[in-house]
């Protein structure tokens, strides 16, 4: 792969999420250096190199496969990663602008690469940390200049899925925050902001739907398969078309209000008792669309336009699925 010096951006870990974080920049025309920090034999790198490599190209002629990109494309975008060793590592980190950090889960891995980190980047530069586990607030601590620092969550695979979910400490500068915001949409990637809170925004949500589906599976109410065939068409393909929150306000506050209280009595009150939020903006009769506001505000906005709105995303999502079939040209008898 290219061996030129790479200018603007490091993925730091060269497993499987840097790798995926390489490719999406790759893909979007930007040469970015892996960067193992791990100290290994000529032999061993050459083993982690080819490792690397393969994935990479892997990845990408999967894509081909599927017709997203064309054959011929694949050798240009997997060039502009560039695979650098411990022993180099110092030029590449101080010339990125962007630097994410992939390396283990575990503090003292982190610890490592950040002292590393520091002393080679730039004053200037942002960091990131890939963390799934970690909360920012406790890895803040281990970098130089606090400010320009947050954790940036990526869904797998990274080079696919657009979210990464930013998660920010009282510390991190605002335009700091703006600035990683741009160079991430500038690659085709919509991010999203959260505090330190663990689990972010979808893994949080998403185990609450898994481990349910688990234990539906468990009790006898349901098969796998059903269970699979209910969520791909009917919970996925509407939260598809509509955000979570935006589903609450387009049904109604008080109808998640009233279903959340009949399932806490009829199967587990600790998982199923509305929040207090729920509860108080449906004594506010603040119920969502219908009453004008809910979590959010319809006061002045053409609802029946918005509605129509809903209606056409709900309707491609069900033609993407081979799900919708024109009217019978027929009465039937």
């Not at 980190?117 to 607030?137: F, G, Q």
């Not at 657009?162 to 919509?190: N, Q, W």
């Not at 539906?216 to 209910?230: N, Q, V």
Request: hydrophobic share 45%.
């Amino acid at each position: 792969m290219a061996s030129e010096p790479l200018r603007r951006f490091a993925a730091v870990g060269a497993g499987r999420m840097g790798r995926g974080i390489a490719i999406a920049f790759a893909y979007a025309g930007h040469r970015i250096s892996l960067i193992d920090l791990r100290p290994r034999t000529d032999e061993a790198w050459q083993k982690l190199r080819a490792e690397a490599e393969a994935e990479i190209t892997a990845s990408l002629s999967g894509l081909a496969q599927l017709g997203v990109i064309d054959a011929a494309q694949v050798p240009a975008i997997a060039a502009r990663v560039e695979l650098v060793k411990a022993e180099e590592a110092s030029a590449a980190l101080a010339a990125a602008e962007l630097l994410f950090e992939g390396v283990p889960e575990t503090l003292d891995a982190k610890r490592e690469a950040f002292e590393h980190i520091n002393r080679h980047c730039r004053d200037d530069a942002i960091l990131t940390s890939t963390t799934s586990s970690i909360l920012v607030t406790e890895l803040a601590a281990m970098v130089r200049r606090p400010e320009r620092f947050l954790n940036m969550h990526w869904l797998n695979p990274a080079y696919v899925i657009p979210v990464v979910e930013l998660s920010c400490h009282a510390g991190t500068d605002a335009a700091v925050l703006a600035r990683t915001k741009a160079l991430m949409e500038s690659i085709g990637k919509l991010p999203v902001v959260c505090g330190p809170t663990p689990g972010y925004i979808v893994p949080r949500l998403q185990a609450l739907v898994m481990n349910e589906a688990a234990r539906m599976i468990e009790e006898g109410a349901a098969t796998a398969e059903e269970i699979d065939k209910a969520t791909r068409y009917g919970l996925g393909l509407r939260f598809a078309a509509l955000g979570v929150v935006e589903f609450i306000d387009f049904g109604g506050c008080d109808i998640l209000h009233h279903a959340s209280r009949e399932m806490s009595g009829s199967i587990d009150r600790a998982r199923y008792t509305a929040p207090a939020i729920v509860d108080r903006m449906v004594e506010e009769g603040r119920l969502g669309l219908k009453s004008g506001s809910g979590f959010y505000e319809y006061e002045g906005r053409d609802v029946p336009a918005y509605r129509r709105d809903v209606l056409s995303r709900t309707l491609g999502m069900l033609k993407h699925a081979g799900l919708w079939k024109p009217p019978a040209s027929q009465t039937q008898s």
